[in-house]
């Protein structure tokens, strides 16, 4: 089937021409503001939708990759193939006594505001976790000692030929920065958050403090992808590559952070071939000097590795 004949499908499934578009530059999609062109990128407003377009993809042997607010993932300059989905147009998020239940395309910031809203503990750590609800269950986003499994109750997620699941805490096997929705290629739509009523004045009060520790410790002030490495086992990634040396070395437009060694920041105009560049020769540096590997937390994805 023709690109066209692709695109007018999809305009079919979603009604709006203006949530599916051609060739679209990703890097208004990404927080380090790179990545190359989606042959169609498509931004569904239902899991209806969602269902529809997996099961045409499926049908037309067509690859889909699935992305949130972009704050943990780097996409190659060669772009991506196949369909795009985004998600962020499905944001809802509501109250069920003391639950929160919350749609992929929410960012988990807003999610720790709102119960805090309705005087709710346990999602203070998400205060600052750039990323989307989506992207907490996948990677079992966490900061500052708190995990998402630590209060995500169930998820309701759809299998890559469009069928819709309800996983509840102990089939989503969350571990760190790994789920079953990872491993198992599905598609997060929606999160339950199981919380207990607190102190609306110490719970803003702590998320004020984690707040104030992220700006103190963390380059805010450029595009970045968040904590770049995996927390090695025994150690701590920013530290070793602190001690390797290796803050402000840049490659193109993208450096080491000299605030964070953990960040990798677009200073210059930096494209996806610069970070990918930049993260295999720190992994190169931190193995010599210490014979620690360091692995990835950030997502790579898309078309050209030649920088691989």
Do not use: W
Not at 16 to 43: H, M, P, Q, W
Request: glycine share 10%.
């Amino acid at each position: 089937m023709q690109k066209i004949n692709i695109y007018e499908h999809l305009k079919e499934i979603v009604g709006d021409t203006d949530r599916v578009k051609c060739n679209e530059t990703l890097s208004a999609y990404t927080f380090t503001k790179t990545g190359g062109e989606a042959d169609i990128l498509v931004l569904p407003e239902s899991y209806e939708e969602i269902c529809k377009i997996l099961h045409f993809a499926k049908d037309q042997a067509m690859p889909v990759t699935i992305l949130g607010k972009g704050s943990n993932v780097i996409i190659r300059d060669g772009g991506i193939r196949g369909i795009v989905i985004n998600l962020l147009h499905l944001d809802a998020i509501r109250l069920e006594g003391n639950s929160v239940v919350a749609q992929c395309g929410a960012a988990i910031i807003d999610v720790s505001r709102f119960a805090l809203a309705h005087g709710l503990t346990g999602l203070e750590f998400a205060c600052g976790i750039p990323g989307s609800v989506g992207g907490a269950l996948f990677m079992n986003a966490g900061a500052y000692g708190g995990e998402t499994s630590d209060v995500l109750d169930q998820a309701v997620v759809a299998d890559l030929s469009g069928h819709l699941l309800n996983l509840s805490r102990e089939k989503l096997s969350m571990g760190y920065r790994s789920s079953a929705i990872s491993e198992n290629e599905y598609i997060a739509l929606e999160g339950t958050f199981s919380l207990c009523p607190g102190d609306k004045a110490e719970i803003k009060e702590k998320m004020e403090h984690l707040t104030y520790l992220r700006e103190l410790k963390q380059p805010l002030e450029y595009p970045s992808c968040g904590s770049v490495f995996k927390r090695p086992p025994g150690y701590y990634a920013g530290k070793l590559i602190q001690d390797s040396g290796l803050q402000g070395v840049r490659i193109g437009g993208v450096e080491v952070s000299t605030k964070h060694a953990g960040f990798m920041v677009n200073v210059d105009h930096g494209t996806a071939t610069d970070y990918i560049m930049l993260i295999h020769y720190v992994q190169k540096k931190v193995k010599e000097k210490f014979d620690v590997d360091l692995h990835t937390e950030v997502r790579i994805i898309g078309e050209d590795t030649s920088a691989e």
